[in-house]
């Protein structure tokens, strides 16, 4: 039987998910964003469930999109980046942002594209030392999404916003601490620690208040997060019929530089 794609784990009232793809940098499939969003369902009807931590297996937390997966195009059909989008990234950025109890994402090392965003989505974000943060899209010409345009602007402001998704430039975890993108930043030994305690704190809060603190905090801007994440899911269409974002997809997957030409 095969290893399951996302390990459940509790500790008194906390739930841990881990994405369990370690070979793969826990990129995203369509079979773990299924695994992972049932799970989440689970841990939102489960009312013993005070706190949600979601961290990565092995050296990475998540490099986004599995650019080898089914809707990347690469069995030869015209790549559905829309519809991954629709159907996984958003309602999972949504779940997430809906839980009824906070969500803390411990990044243990790489976050990258919508793995970035996923966990920038999170009520938490501690990172250890060794993590980074990378908005890889540009990279293979795509833009950001898992609710990035939303919440980075809003995180960092405007310019690092725009630096850090065009560049797609590596962010070290204690960079994103002092720009204020993130919770903490913690010596790797002391990232579990410091994680569980903070969620054994929350889980003894009422979890109404914090939920409703969340949904007042997000209503007060002017763009809702679901309407910014169909806004991205409509543009990652776009971009994914370009040939840059086959020539991206193309360099990686062959590990060599892309050349771009689109303009
Ligand atoms: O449908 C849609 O596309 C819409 C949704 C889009 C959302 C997105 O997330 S788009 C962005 C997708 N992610 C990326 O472009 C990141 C690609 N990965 C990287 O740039 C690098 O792997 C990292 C900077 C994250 C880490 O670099 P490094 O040097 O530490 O590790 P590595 O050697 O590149 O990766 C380790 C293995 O994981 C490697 O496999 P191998 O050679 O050992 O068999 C690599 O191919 C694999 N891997 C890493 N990221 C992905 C991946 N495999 C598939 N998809 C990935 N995203």
């Known amino acids: 039987m095969s290893d399951p794609l ?15 793809r370690p070979q793969a940098l826990n990129s995203f499939t369509a079979a773990l964003h299924r695994e992972l969003l049932a799970g989440l369902d689970a841990a939102a009807a489960d009312a013993g469930v005070r706190c949600v931590v979601l961290t990565g297996a092995g ?10 997966d089914e809707g990347m195009g690469q069995d030869g059909t015209p790549a559905d980046v829309e519809g991954v989008v629709e159907r996984h990234y958003k309602p999972l950025a949504l779940r997430i942002r809906s839980m009824p109890v906070p969500v ?12 970035a965003n996923i966990a920038l989505g999170c009520d938490f974000v501690i990172a250890g030392q060794s993590a980074s ?34 560049t797609g430039d590596k962010l070290p975890a204690a960079e ?19 994680t569980m305690a903070l969620a054994s704190k929350l889980a003894t809060m009422p979890a109404k208040a914090l939920a409703a603190t969340r949904r007042i905090i997000d209503e007060a801007v002017p763009m809702g997060y679901a309407d ?36």
Do not use: Y
């Open 6 to 20: 996302v390990l459940v784990s509790n500790h008194g009232a906390v739930r841990t998910f881990t994405l369990n």
């Open 59 to 68: 050296r990475g937390f998540c490099a986004g999109q599995d650019l080898n």
């Open 104 to 115: 803390i994402a411990m990044v243990n090392g790489v976050a990258a594209g919508a793995g």
């Open 133 to 166: 943060f990378i908005q890889a899209f540009s990279k293979i010409g795509l833009v950001p999404d898992g609710g990035g345009t939303w919440l980075l602007p809003r995180l960092v402001g405007r310019a690092r916003a725009i630096g850090l998704a065009m």
């Open 176 to 194: 994103a601490a002092a720009m204020g993108m993130i919770w903490r930043c913690v010596p790797d030994a002391e990232l579990l620690e410091a």
């Open 228 to 263: 910014a994440l169909g806004q991205e899911a409509k543009v990652q269409g776009e971009m994914s019929r370009n040939a840059d974002f086959a020539e991206g997809v193309a360099a990686f997957l062959q590990k060599r530089a892309a050349v771009f030409t689109d303009r």
